[in-house]
């Protein structure tokens, strides 16, 4: 005997005064967008992992992120633009560097969607470490 899938009802039995209040409480599809894009944006394990090692470093120049995180520099500047473009993270020129860092925004995401995460077990205090 095959089992019912459980994902759908077997018949229309919509409530619907309660769906339309429920739907009423719902953003506009336009606000919804950007949030997704951002959710997007630490999507890939790879560029979660950058916005990782900036929640944890602070400001660091591309060259820092890539040996970070164990990817090419070309890779993690296209990773970057991806989340700049998410306005999860932030870049500002000093001289020949660029220098990123995590935006108000990208660390309130990044903070939700990774608190269940173990965090290392070798742990530096990097309170007032200048770095650049």
């Known amino acids: ?51 990782l090692a900036l929640n944890a470093g602070g400001q660091m120049c591309g060259c820092d992120i890539a040996w970070i995180v164990g990817q090419s520099q070309k890779l993690v500047s296209h990773h970057l633009r991806k989340l700049k473009a998410a306005d999860a993270v932030t870049s500002n020129r000093d001289g020949k560097l660029v220098m990123y860092s995590l935006t108000d925004r990208g660390t309130r995401l990044l903070t939700t969607l990774t608190e269940a995460l173990p965090t290392a077990s070798a742990t530096a205090d990097l309170t007032g470490v200048d770095h650049g």
């Open 1 to 51: 005997m095959a089992l019912e899938p459980l994902d759908s009802c077997d018949l229309l039995c919509m409530d619907l005064p309660y769906a339309e209040r429920v739907r009423a409480t719902l953003p506009a599809v336009g606000d919804i967008e950007p949030v997704a894009d951002a959710a997007r944006a630490f999507g890939d394990p790879t560029r979660l992992t950058i916005a």
